[in-house]
DNA sequence: CGATATAAAACCGTTACATCA
DNA sequence: ACTGATGTAACGGTTTTATAT
């Protein structure tokens, strides 16, 4: 089993392009080969898809833009007629809507300049946002605070020093909440239009429609990577236990070798070397008295129930294993001295 | 057709605030 | 009432991407 470790954006798993920014991990088990990110395109083309974790429910947008196709605009209140009740209605009306604040969103709708929503082909309902109203039993100072946030929260940059206020931060209710998630679910990337909607649907500013998107996103990417880490760790620790073994393995074989001398008698079938990295590979004949010293051993620890791979190659120590008996070595070897 | 400039959108790290134990 | 931990809305700066020139 070989392991393919690649740091970078889940969500283009196993890609040739890697961002040095990117920080995801992306790991992969694949049974034959090494399947590298960072290997050219070619290597992961012929491959079995390695196992890769992803949480998200969805697969994730490369960034939205403006090319998003119209007919991808299905958001979850699409449904909603409009003389119907919207997904919020419990609230019964007559509650004080925390984030109303139409001259605001007017303003920045106007400086969108979009008229999607205006729009006779416009695929949004007319529901509205009478629906989004404070039914969490929050305090009277609570909708104060709120309402003081909505006064400054204009735009992005930062009036807040011009009115000497601090920012205050509104809590989204949990109908709006729910009413994004379920959003992000179907898309976790906003074109404008989608924004501007979502927006007018939530009666929030399409500000704070994107950056619920972008801090759902940053927390999306936060769990799965917290996922990668411990699948990372319990790879790693596999590997430590295997890294052990074969290091336990390694030296019960040298021993062998030195207190047993005619261990190097064996006929030169029973232990086969590849020509070209010099290493020694165990011979797969079941000769008794050719038993090779790795197989031997690790039959005899009997601890070698996962070690799928029946052809270990060994290296000992810094020099490729060369274990032919000396006197054989010319044939094996071609004219090399003997000494 | 490649290089460059530009704008928009997304990302990232951080801060500030709300809430809860 | 106070406090520390936690979750998250919001921010500013940076990077990425698409498009125009």
């Known amino acids: 089993m070989e392991l393919a470790l690649s740091l970078g954006d889940t969500s283009k798993p196993f890609s040739s392009k890697l961002s040095s920014k ?3 991990f992306c790991m992969g088990l694949n049974g034959s080969s090494f399947n590298g990110k960072s290997e050219e395109k070619s290597a992961s083309d012929h491959h079995p898809s390695p196992i890769q974790l992803d949480l998200l429910p969805f697969s994730p947008v490369p960034r939205a833009h403006h090319h998003q196709p119209s007919s991808q605009l299905r958001f979850p209140w699409l449904n909603v007629v409009s003389t119907e009740p919207g997904p919020m ?9 925390v984030n109303r604040f139409p001259v605001a969103m007017a303003q ?4 969108d300049g979009t008229t999607a929503l205006s729009s006779p082909n416009s695929t949004v309902s007319s529901f509205q946002m009478d629906h989004f109203c404070i039914r969490n039993g929050r305090s009277k100072r609570d909708l104060f605070d709120v309402e003081i946030s909505h006064d400054r929260a204009s735009s992005r940059a930062s009036d807040d020093e011009e009115n000497g206020l601090t920012r205050k931060k509104l809590r989204l209710s949990k109908e709006q909440s729910a009413f994004l998630e379920e959003s992000f679910k179907e898309h976790n990337t906003l074109n404008p239009k989608q924004k501007l909607a979502l927006a007018k649907q939530l009666n929030l500013r399409p ?3 994107e950056v619920w998107f972008q801090n759902r996103r940053a927390r999306t990417k936060l769990k799965q990577t917290e ?3 411990e699948y990372l760790k319990r790879c790693c620790e596999t590997l430590t236990e295997e890294n052990r073994r074969l290091q336990k393995e390694l030296q019960e074989l040298r021993a062998l070798k030195t207190s047993q001398p005619f261990y190097m008698q064996l006929p030169a079938t029973t232990l086969t070397m590849c020509p070209s990295c010099e290493r020694v590979a165990t011979a797969t004949t079941s000769s008794a008295t050719a038993t090779t010293a790795a197989a031997a ?8 129930s996962n070690n799928k791979d029946s052809s ?28």
């Open 227 to 229: 996922v990668d880490c």
């Open 108 to 111: 920045e709708e106007a400086d």
């Open 207 to 209: 500000r704070q429609v």
């Open 89 to 97: 209605d419990g609230a019964g009306g007559g509650g004080l809507d």
């Open 312 to 339: 270990v190659t060994l290296q000992l120590a810094n020099k490729p294993a060369r274990l032919f008996p000396f006197s054989q070595l010319p044939q094996a070897q071609g004219a090399q001295s003997t000494s």
């Open 297 to 304: 051993t690790t039959a005899a620890k009997g601890n070698n």
């Open 22 to 24: 990117d920080l995801g």
